[in-house]
């Protein structure tokens, strides 16, 4: 049995030796003559999974470490009887914290106004049901805009966890985040949802934070939407024909990061260990080495610095401000490809925020919910 894997995959080795000849290669730089002698292919979003990269080659089994899977032909291998797995909602929890820290870098976490805005969330999968239930859980109004997955609980009869609405509903709101997949065929397409109309309707100082594909949103509407207004708080982590971005739109966003919203240590480790067990359900071979179900002892937790802000406190351990600022320097010298992969390397060592201490004693009570919800462990010095 050969596995050829990317190279970058957390613990990949560890999770995968004991199946057969392991082949680590560099994302990027998978090619057919890779595959030519391999039964399994194991792959991040930085991989396109292509007819042409497949065909003539013996892999049955794709297993890619990320919840969407449009870079990933699925046509080709539902007609080749090659399984496709992948890691849907392994990194829901780091992408929730994303979004808090984003709306803490803004200062809304910190601000008494913050109780009185409405949250829209488009896609309510596996990150935007979480995100969904923390912000609701403050008390925050929250409305939700998911077309396939409201029809199926109503045809279902399935009880509505929040209430759905149109996405004209949604355009009204003060926090507009994005969850949906990069759908680019059939009746509930995602390629372009967010275009010039809809970017006109928002209201000056609204929030669009985007962090589940670069094709939801229309780059070409944002440039031209900013040729006439420049006042929405644009949080971008995700991009069109990423890595090679467009340095006009990461300028106007007002946070810009490199797909690393989903980047934590949690979240990479659940992801391959996920790919671990389908890979081997799928072949019928036992899992050997059980032990691995968990993130090392040794790699604990920092403990949080006192601080009167959650912005303070937040950015201590993942700064989004540096991130950026280092990513929009990056594509003005025309370094966004070798940054895009450098600063997930870098991010890999990133720990969610649940579990991890905080000195909770200078926050007010309110903050204190924020960081509950974040599943923080509190302490008193």
Same mark, same amino acid.
């Given at each position: ?21 392991? +082949?680590? %290669? /560099?994302? @990027?730089?998978? #090619? ?6 391999? $039964? ?117 009869? +399935?009880? %509505? /966890?929040? @209430?759905?609405? #149109? ?6 709101? $003060? ?207």
């Amino acid at each position: 049995m050969k596995i050829v894997a990317d190279a970058d995959l957390y613990r990949v080795t560890d999770l995968f030796k004991e199946f057969g000849e392991l +082949e680590l %290669v /560099p994302g @990027r730089q998978i #090619t057919k003559n890779h595959l030519i002698n391999a $039964d399994a292919l194991i792959v991040r979003s930085v991989t396109s999974v292509s007819r042409e990269l497949l065909s003539n080659t013996p892999i049955r089994f794709v297993g890619t470490a990320t919840s969407g899977t449009d870079h990933v032909d699925g046509e080709y291998l539902a007609e080749h009887n090659i399984k496709l797995a992948d890691a849907k909602g392994s990194n829901a929890n780091a992408v929730v914290d994303y979004c808090f820290t984003a709306m803490a870098e803004l200062g809304l976490l910190d601000s008494c106004e913050l109780k009185s805005m409405t949250i829209g969330i488009v896609g309510c999968g596996a990150v935007g049901s979480l995100f969904a239930k923390k912000v609701s859980a403050l008390g925050l109004s929250v409305i939700v805009n998911d077309p396939p997955l409201q029809e199926r609980l109503e045809a279902a009869s +399935e009880e %509505v /966890p929040f @209430r759905f609405c #149109t996405l004209e509903e949604i355009s009204r709101c $003060d926090l507009i985040s994005l969850h949906a997949p990069l759908v680019k065929k059939g009746t509930n397409t995602t390629y372009g949802l967010i275009g010039l109309e809809f970017l006109k309707s928002l209201s000056k100082g609204t929030v669009l934070l985007n962090t589940c594909r670069g094709g939801v949103v229309s780059e070409k509407d944002i440039g031209k939407f900013y040729q006439e207004r420049n006042d929405l708080n644009l949080v971008f982590d995700v991009w069109e024909n990423e890595p090679n971005v467009a340095s006009e739109i990461v300028k106007t966003a007002k946070i810009a990061t490199p797909h690393i919203a989903g980047y934590s240590m949690e979240s990479k480790f659940a992801a391959v260990n996920s790919l671990r067990k389908s890979f081997a359900a799928n072949f019928d071979l036992p899992i050997v080495n059980r032990e691995l179900i968990d993130i090392d002892a040794s790699e604990s937790h920092c403990e949080f610095k006192e601080g009167n802000s959650l912005k303070t406190i937040l950015g201590q351990e993942f700064s989004l401000n540096q991130i950026s600022n280092d990513f929009k320097s990056a594509v003005n010298d025309c370094q966004d490809l070798n940054y895009f992969d450098k600063a997930r390397k870098q991010l890999i060592s990133r720990r969610e925020y649940r579990g991890a201490l905080m000195d909770d004693s200078a926050l007010g009570e309110f903050q204190k919910k924020i960081l509950a919800q974040l599943e923080m462990s509190m302490s008193k010095s």
